[in-house]
């Protein structure tokens, strides 16, 4: 195989949610990879922090300071990466996340389950998650006629999992959105794909994973039980899928398409 498949050398990439556990693991791997990555995020000394590591493993990275849910921020964050780059030719949408407000606690009714929390969580998951970065990001690529936008979705947008219904649900319309965007812009050379990552531990799903002692919680020991590879997701395991995804040369005929990155936990039914 060729190697150069995989070669993101004179790409821009732009991951937006780069601050995070899975966003920064992604942007780490497209450096690796010889794209020159803008890591945007709400927070400065968690960006400074990633680009330091991504330089010190070799590669290119600045931080832009953006918030996903302000249109006017991501249009003045775009404008600032356009300063150091010719083009952005890469679109990581990681920016996301759950709230314990609309999350349901065992025996909770979803009757009761705050509007106020749920429109929040679908706000933050859609609209900043996907719609407005791809609206204005992807603007740029539809005037270069190039570009790949890699959404990251959830497995659980596939199989809606109890407790987290306003998260599944987001992620779900996430999906949906993808395929849209696929459709509308594939004859205008911008491509749009989706990441499902199953179960990978963060700050926000670590206290509903395992016990303060370390152990499995009771939902996390269901999740291993239920997951033939027997264990949780590692960060740095969806650098392949998005490497893939994102290099013209290796996916240029993929479009559309949810690529789940899950231990084969959605593969199993019993």
Same mark, same amino acid.
């Given at each position: 195989m060729n190697c150069d498949l995989f070669d993101l050398n004179g790409q821009t990439a732009v991951v937006l949610g780069g601050t995070g556990a899975l966003g920064g693991a992604m942007a780490g791997a497209l450096a690796l990879a010889g794209a020159t990555v803008a890591v945007l995020g709400r927070s400065e000394e968690r960006g400074n922090a990633r680009v330091k590591t991504i330089e010190a493993a070799g590669g290119k990275a600045f931080f832009v300071a953006a918030d996903a849910m302000s249109a006017d921020s991501l249009r003045d964050a775009r404008a600032k990466v356009l300063l150091s780059a010719a083009s952005i030719d890469i679109l990581i949408n990681a920016a996301g996340g759950n709230s314990?407000?609309?999350?349901? #606690?065992?025996?909770?009714?979803?009757?009761?389950?705050?509007?106020e *929390?749920?429109? &929040?969580?679908?706000?933050?998951?859609?609209?900043?998650?996907? $719609? $407005?970065?791809?609206?204005?990001?992807?603007?740029?690529?539809? =005037?270069?006629?190039?570009?790949?936008?890699?959404?990251?979705?959830?497995?659980?947008?596939?199989?809606?999992?109890?407790?987290?219904?306003?998260?599944?649900? +987001?992620? *779900? #319309?996430?999906? &949906?959105?993808?395929?849209?965007? *696929? @459709? =509308?812009? +594939?004859? @205008?050379?911008? @491509?749009?794909?989706?990441?499902?990552?199953?179960?990978?531990? *963060?700050?926000q799903n670590k206290k509903l994973l395992y016990n303060e002692d370390g152990s499995y919680s009771e939902r996390g020991g269901q999740?291993? /039980?239920?997951?033939?590879?027997?264990?949780?997701? =590692?960060?740095?395991?969806?650098?392949?899928?998005?490497?893939?995804? +994102?290099?013209?040369?290796?996916?240029?005929?993929?479009?559309?398409? /949810?690529?789940?990155?899950?231990?084969?936990?959605? +593969?199993t039914t019993i």
């Open positions: 314990p407000q609309a999350t349901l #606690a065992p025996g909770d009714e979803f009757g009761n389950l705050p509007v *929390a749920w429109q &929040n969580v679908f706000d933050l998951n859609l609209v900043g998650g996907a $719609l $407005l970065p791809s609206q204005i990001f992807g603007e740029t690529m539809l =005037e270069q006629k190039s570009g790949s936008i890699i959404n990251i979705a959830s497995m659980s947008g596939m199989i809606p999992l109890s407790r987290v219904v306003a998260y599944s649900a +987001a992620k *779900a #319309a996430v999906l &949906n959105l993808t395929q849209f965007l *696929a @459709r =509308e812009w +594939a004859q @205008r050379g911008v @491509r749009v794909n989706a990441i499902s990552p199953g179960f990978f531990p *963060a700050e999740i291993i /039980n239920h997951t033939p590879a027997s264990r949780f997701g =590692e960060a740095d395991e969806l650098g392949g899928a998005v490497i893939w995804l +994102a290099s013209q040369k290796a996916s240029s005929f993929v479009t559309g398409q /949810n690529i789940v990155v899950d231990g084969g936990f959605s +593969a």
